[in-house]
């Protein structure tokens, strides 16, 4: 059983487009949600978060999207960059145990120049 | 930013043999993870431990492994004895708290045959 699921393995964008990446879930007792980005041999690092509170959170570039109603997110990602190309994860957990994470498998970005 | 290291970065190993995965989280951090990650699919929680004992473990954790911090030196998580399904990456983590951001390192890719 998956409880956290990318949409898409991969994807692929030019420069500066906006790239959009999507995520649902199955437990309604997830309440934080994180969203890591893996270069190739490096370990996930911590992009931005969101708690089911809110239904937007912005950091930059980056914007998570967030419907508790129907269960997903998604993570934008305006003006993208060859740099943002990566591994991103979408993650759930219980706000009072982030402990234990549920991973979606990935999303592959790829940005084009 | 705060960095959890992993030695070694791969390890292969003969079917049936202990193996030890070593980790140096970060310092002053008190919780300590390990989760799993099989080629191609997602990450997955393996456990976490906290003031010297397993606070929570999933199923993966089979009855094989164990993990240990002596004395505040290297978080390690031992198999023993390891089987061809141990082969993975392993991740470990750290943070400071609960409720806060949870740093990863790069893997421990583990090769059994």
């Known amino acids: 059983q998956q409880q956290v699921r990318q949409s898409s393995q991969s994807l692929t964008v030019w420069e500066g487009e906006t790239a959009i990446l999507n995520c649902s879930y199955e437990n309604s007792a997830f309440d934080y949600f994180p969203w890591y980005q893996q270069f190739p041999g490096e370990g996930p690092a911590l992009l931005i978060a969101i708690r089911s509170v809110s239904d937007k959170k912005e950091d930059g570039r980056f914007t998570i999207f967030f419907n508790k109603r129907e269960k997903n997110l998604s993570l934008h990602i305006k003006d993208s960059q060859p740099g943002d190309s990566a591994t991103y994860f979408c993650?759930?957990?219980?706000?009072?145990?982030?402990?234990?994470?549920?991973f979606g498998a990935g999303t592959r970005l790829k940005v084009i120049a | 930013g705060p960095k959890v290291l992993q030695i070694p970065s791969h390890q292969i190993i003969d079917m049936g043999q202990m193996v030890t995965l070593n980790c140096d989280p970060v310092s002053n951090h008190l919780y300590f993870y390990w989760y799993k990650q099989i080629l191609g699919q997602q990450m997955e929680f393996l456990v976490n431990?906290?003031?010297?004992?397993?606070?929570?473990k999933s199923k993966l954790f089979k009855d094989q492994f164990s993990v240990e911090r002596p004395d505040g030196s290297y978080f390690t998580l031992k198999i023993q004895p390891t089987a061809l399904e141990d082969s993975a990456v392993y991740f470990c983590?750290?943070?400071?708290?609960?409720?806060?951001?949870?740093?990863f390192g790069k893997g421990t890719r583990l090769t059994v045959v």
């Open positions: 431990f906290y003031n010297g004992k397993v606070m929570e």
């Open positions: 983590a750290s943070s400071p708290g609960q409720n806060t951001e949870v740093f």
């Open positions: 993650a759930a957990s219980p706000y009072t145990g982030n402990y234990k994470y549920v």
